[in-house]
């Protein structure tokens, strides 16, 4: 089955404690991205990946990290989160070439 | 920045009625795609219309886009209880799967 698998799901750490949100998808896709999902404000595009080993800033990436050294996987790293990152994110891939994005269901993230 | 943003945020219908909801956008597109989200679940793409298009059909949705107004329409015929969702606008504005989203319309069908 094609999907995009986020984990975890949901997760409550601390100020300052290091986490990684992991994402993979299964199709084959060149393009990946991240977005954040925030009351009233809609999706932000975080980072977004072209392609392997090719990673570029969206529309809120301050605060986080991410690397794709396999083209399967696409991993956001918060180094040192804080309590403006709590919020519900998404990681989503498709085709380079543009049309629609498969999501996957969300990571919930609450800090402290 | 929001691309996108649905008109109106809010949308109360009951079954059988159709929903209609509208997306405005500031800068040229290469393509409209309407997405939906269930509480809290992942967004899940329902239709895409270029730039080139004036109305794409899919079921019972209905999409329109105008160029020169720069906004696009959605249109749910016949809704359902399970239509229940949010549903978003996003712009490509350079084919590069750069999707700008707006805000969202909420849609609730009562039975």
């Known amino acids: 089955e094609a999907q995009v698998t986020q984990n975890p799901r949901y997760l409550i750490t601390v100020t300052g404690k290091k986490l990684t949100v992991t994402c993979s998808q299964n199709m084959n896709h060149e393009y990946m991205s991240w977005y954040r999902q925030d009351p009233g404000l809609g999706l932000r595009q975080i980072y977004y990946s072209m392609n392997v080993e090719v990673t570029d800033k969206g529309d809120v990436p301050e605060g986080y990290k991410v690397s794709r050294k396999e083209k399967r996987n696409f991993p956001l790293i918060l180094e040192s989160p804080s309590p403006n990152q709590t919020s519900l994110y998404f990681c989503?891939?498709?085709?380079?070439?543009?049309?629609?994005?498969?999501f996957g269901e969300g990571s919930r993230l609450t800090v402290l | 920045s929001q691309q996108g943003e649905e008109d109106p945020q809010a949308l109360s219908i009951q079954e059988g009625e159709n929903a209609t909801m509208n997306c405005s956008y500031k800068?040229?597109?290469?393509?409209l795609q309407w997405y939906r989200q269930n509480s809290g679940r992942g967004l899940v793409h329902l239709i895409l219309?270029?730039?080139?298009?004036r109305e794409k059909h899919s079921g019972r949705l209905r999409v329109t886009l105008d160029t020169s107004k720069k906004s696009s329409s959605l249109l749910i015929t016949a809704s359902r209880a399970a239509d229940t969702a949010s549903y978003f606008c996003a712009t490509d504005r350079a084919a590069g799967n750069k999707l700008t989203f707006g805000g969202g319309t909420r849609v609730l069908v009562k039975p």
């Open positions: 219309i270029r730039s080139n298009e």
């Open positions: 989503a891939s498709g085709y380079r070439g543009g049309g629609e994005l498969f």
């Open positions: 800068t040229s597109i290469n393509n």
